[in-house]
């Protein structure tokens, strides 16, 4: 690879690390024709990790980081004084298909610095999908970020040969946008969300291929007051009213050369995994977003116990619950236990009693349900009840600190 | 690959040969009582399933419990050969989850998983077929985990094996070396046939290669890592990547070896970073965070930003443009069909999508349905010149049959894609009354399907809100279609329909 690419790499790749997403899942199982190149897997691989813990799945670059826009939270702002650097269609598609090749990768997921104009951008990031798509029979898996700015119809282009569109939230107040983000305007990220939405859903009525692997957006926590009720609220309703597949939740993190109107300091790492969590409890185990709050106090998740067990210990009465009897409603309540686990018992339990070491076997989150299960031998007398349950079930303060 | 099953010999054998070697020892059903000795089951190394399956057939079938079977492995190939002959067992009905678990944990580098398997199938064929629902047994439970941990080896193999490129005499050669935990080589193989097929590559682990030449598949000796072709030139652009996406502000080394344990790394050419963006991370964030925020150093770029906001065609020619250098959502159409009249007129009629005629030509309603349309306007006293006429798809779709191409209609969801546009056109041509012809254009301007036989007349397109009226009608081809003795009243109700339209336009026009 030549010098230029390479410093053109260096500082589009840094430039897009701040998107959370990496899931190069839930595409429907592909592979190359004879000559092609590429398959998806259904899960997707994370090819490597980097020491921040983070999975390296998809090339993920932006196609340019100079920006029209002026987003006090990004690292391309037009104001800021980064280097900037542009790749041509060309150079992108020879570097997904040469990473691609030496198994670096999963595929791409491509974003781009407005410039120009939203349309123009959102042509570009399509052109290199088409091409990788056409020119070279690519098969391996492909995101691009939307433009919510850009004319419908090619927000529409894109997701012919698009696994995954995505368009970032980013701030989850009408307020906060204003201020933080001028340029963009929640009415039309909105709509853009709710266009490809209806597009997923039609597309996959009449089995004709449309970003198969659904939708996702991106919301930053941190950069602003929003409180973690308010975001799962948010999230809830992007769920119910756009389809969306994920929601992100990408903890606010110093960049270089930050904003003044910023905070100086990013919120714990905790926050953000509290808030995955939460929106688990939304997705898998039945929880509404009002039993969400509830698990809160003032509206902030707490940061030393997840939140399902915090909603636990405020519905002692609830408890505890017969592992050999309850609904699968009631199970996936219990601390510890995960939708899995839960599974496994319901299908265990027509053939056996079970017993505290038999549901050992079946979680390895026993720690935290004893207090909240009856089994055959084991009842949790008064445990259930005791004042210091929150303590004695707090995750030592090791475990908190990501560093 | 293995052909040959296993053999089922017992010491007692080799010391005095039973009358009947096939039969083995009798079971403890047929009242063998305590003085028998264990069989002695001899696998090849490796993932011997085929050795496995023999094996387990033929124990089942004389009724050997588990206790008695004793698993050995050998690569000699001495004690193969003469004893194959023996006839095959019969297939062993299995429930599917057990006969899936199987080859799962054969890979298993555990020397217990044949005599772990052995014992599950002997429940499951001894009165618990329920057994592999009961994830709290403790058979179950290990065997579960050692499928786990296969399927993690496997996954980690398809997700850190890296490709070095190499040119020889047959061109491009992608080569790996990789160590497995666990046998499984020829398991983890075809994730690199189906993704790497146009290329050829060779992995090499240190019990066996695999090798792919863009046709077949063929395993072959271990390999040696002093083999592997040296660097590529793609290598340090990699770690370029590696580096420049880590976010020292989140360093989390845990999490990384957790995912990703050392024992990868010597074959992963990007960690050779990690030392280095470790010791820099802390440094690097309290940089970012004390320093004080820079004014900008550019100037504002004030007119592109203002130009960035007006992206959206002006005219209607402008939209046009983009319309006519769009591809077909559905391939096969030569051109897009635009729309035809004078910007302004009273009356804009829309119907479906272009046909044969109008693809070739690039014009709209010039096929018989077209033509049919201008009789019943000239009929009804409109000027066609003086209408707007579109379409609501703007490509022809179609599907072909020997030398034609049958017309397909439009599915909703394409509708709905081609939407933008006719929105926008009806925009700039800015008419006083839209005509809908047909269901799809019905469609297009109410996005629900609407049926014509009761809103057909004079209707209110929420969309135009009371700027604009609607009528709706059939579309013209849909006469067409008709029997003869059909065709005469309803293209007579046509024509009234376009009357009533006519008299609408001119109240409209005055």
Known sequence: ???????????????????????????????????????TTGAGICHAYTPDGRCVSLLKI?????CLFDCAYCINRRSSNVRRAKFTVEEVVN??????????????????????????????????????????????????????????????????????LSINVELPTEASLERLAPEKDGAAIQNAMAQIGERIVEAKAEKRRFSPAGHSTQVIVGADATTDEALIRKSAHLYGSVGLKRVYYSAFSPIPDGSAILPPKPPPLQREHRLYQADWLLRYYQFTPDEVADASEGGMLALDI???????????????????????????????????????????????????????????????????????DHRPVGLTDRLDLRARLVEPATQLSLF | MMQDGAVVATHQEAALPSPDPLRGPPSPAEGGGNARAPQSILLRPGADLTGFRDAARRLIAEGIPPEAVAWAVTDSPGLFGTETAQAPAAPLALPKPVAALIPQVIPHRDPERYGLLYALIWRVCHGERHLMEVGSDPLVHRLHRMAKAIGRDLHKMHAFLRFRRAEDAAGEHFVAWFEPDHHILEAAAPFFVARFRGMRWSILTPEGSAHWDTETLTYGPPGDRASLPEGDGFEAGWQTYYESTFNPARTNLKAMRAEMPKKYWHNMPETAAIPALVRAAAGRTDAM??????????????????????????TLEALNAIIKRTEPLVPGATQAVLGEGPSGATIAFVGEQPGDQEDRQGRPFVGPAGQLLSRAMAEAGIDRGASYLTNAVKHFKFEERGKRRIHQKPTAGEVSHYRWWLDRELDFVAPKLVVALGATAVLALTGKAVPITR????????RFEDRVQGF??????????????????????FVDDLRRVAEIGRELAA
């Open chain 1, 306 to 376: 997840d939140p399902k067990l915090a909603w636990a210990l405020k519905h002692r009465e609830k408890f505890p619950v017969d592992v050999n009897k309850a609904d699968r409603e009631w199970l996936l309540r219990v601390p510890g236990l995960g939708a899995r686990a839960v599974d496994k018992i319901i299908t265990a339990r027509r053939h056996a009693t079970l017993r505290l070491d038999d549901v050992a076997r079946l979680t390895s989150g026993l720690k935290r349900a004893r207090p909240f299960l009856v089994a055959a």
């Open chain 2, 455 to 462: 809103a057909r007349g004079p209707f209110r397109f929420d």
């Open chain 1, 95 to 164: 570097l997904t298909l040469n990473f691609y090749r030496r198994n670096y990768i999963e595929g791409l997921f491509l974003s781009s610095g407005i410039i120009k104009s939203p349309d123009h951008t959102m042509e570009l990031l399509t052109r290199v999908a088409k091409s990788l798509r056409r020119d070279h029979g690519f098969a391996g898996y492909i995101h691009l970020k939307s433009i919510p700015e850009a004319s419908p119809w090619l927000i529409e282009e894109a997701g012919l040969y698009a696994d995954r």
């Open chain 1, 62 to 66: 932006l196609l340019t980081n100079w």
């Open chain 2, 289 to 314: 965070i004390e320093r004080e925020p820079t004014l900008p150093t550019r100037r504002e770029p004030a007119r592109a930003v203002a130009a960035m906001a007006d992206q959206d065609p002006k």
């Open chain 2, 472 to 493: 709706i009608t059939v579309h013209p081809s849909y006469l067409l279609r008709l029997p003869d003795e059909a065709k005469e009243e309803a293209y007579a109700a």
């Open chain 1, 1 to 39: 690879m030549d010098e230029t690419l390479a410093k053109k790499l260096r500082i589009l790749a840094d430039a897009a690390k701040y998107d959370a997403s990496c899931a190069s899942s839930a595409a429907p199982k592909r592979a190359a024709g004879k000559d092609g190149l590429g398959s």
